[in-house]
């Protein structure tokens, strides 16, 4: 039997876009009747907020198995000296996660991206905060959490196998092609972008 000649990165990558297709497939039953462009704002913002959240939480990790040594894992000084943003207790994503079927989770994810706003001001009125609106379907909104939070997208591992840019190109490519040719410049300017620039991106399309 022939040995598979295929890499490690090979290898990542297509485990990376089997679980895309699947969150695509399973996010698409949120669109409905939802504008593409609207619908891409929801999702993207919800990744944006794992990815920061993942990285948070591997550091937040580190610290507490530190403390003995004087680190402090409730420190925002912490996080920021290596580059990691601070995730307030109610923006965190086990509390969203915990939260997901409840009728407020709209509000709750609302307040997370307020908390994060307000405690990283290179982030100050760049996320998306209307997830409380009547049109948007908390049933569903939920279901979209509970999907996300089985993927690791920020963690040290994710990073290096940019998970982040894996999963924001295949979202925006579909929503390219339900958006037509303003999602296509949308799509093209931002898979020119990888990693956490392609969060960047995303930000700069929600001011």
């Known amino acids: 039997m022939a040995r598979s ?3 490690k990165s090979e ?3 297509s485990g990376a876009l089997g679980y895309e297709a699947e969150l695509c497939r399973m996010a698409d039953a949120l669109r409905g009747s939802m504008d593409a462009a609207e619908y891409k704002h929801v999702v993207l913002g919800l990744i944006f907020l794992k990815y920061i959240s993942d990285a948070f939480e591997e550091l937040h990790a ?3 198995a530190e403390r003995a040594e004087g680190a402090d894992p ?3 000084d912490e996080y920021r000296a290596q580059g990691v943003f601070w995730v307030p207790p109610e923006a965190r994503w086990a509390h969203l996660k915990a939260q997901a079927r409840q009728p407020t989770i709209g ?3 609302d307040a997370a991206m307020v908390g994060i706003e307000r405690d990283n001001p290179a982030l100050k009125e760049v996320l998306p905060k209307d997830y409380a609106r009547p049109a948007l379907d908390k049933t569903r909104l939920g279901q979209i959490i509970d999907l996300i ?3 690791k997208i920020g963690d040290e591992a994710s990073r290096a196998k ?3 840019g894996r999963v924001y190109e295949y979202f925006l490519s579909q929503f390219a ?4 040719k303003k999602g296509g410049e949308f799509c093209s300017r931002s898979l020119r972008t990888r990693g956490r620039a392609a969060a960047t991106a995303a930000t700069e399309s929600w001011r």
């Open 11 to 13: 290898k990542s990558n």
């Open 74 to 76: 409730e420190d925002p």
């Open 107 to 109: 509000q709750l994810v």
């Open 5 to 7: 000649t295929k890499s």
């Open 177 to 180: 092609s339900a958006e037509g």
């Open 162 to 164: 940019d998970v982040l």
């Open 149 to 151: 939070s089985n993927i």
């Open 62 to 64: 580190k610290l507490e």
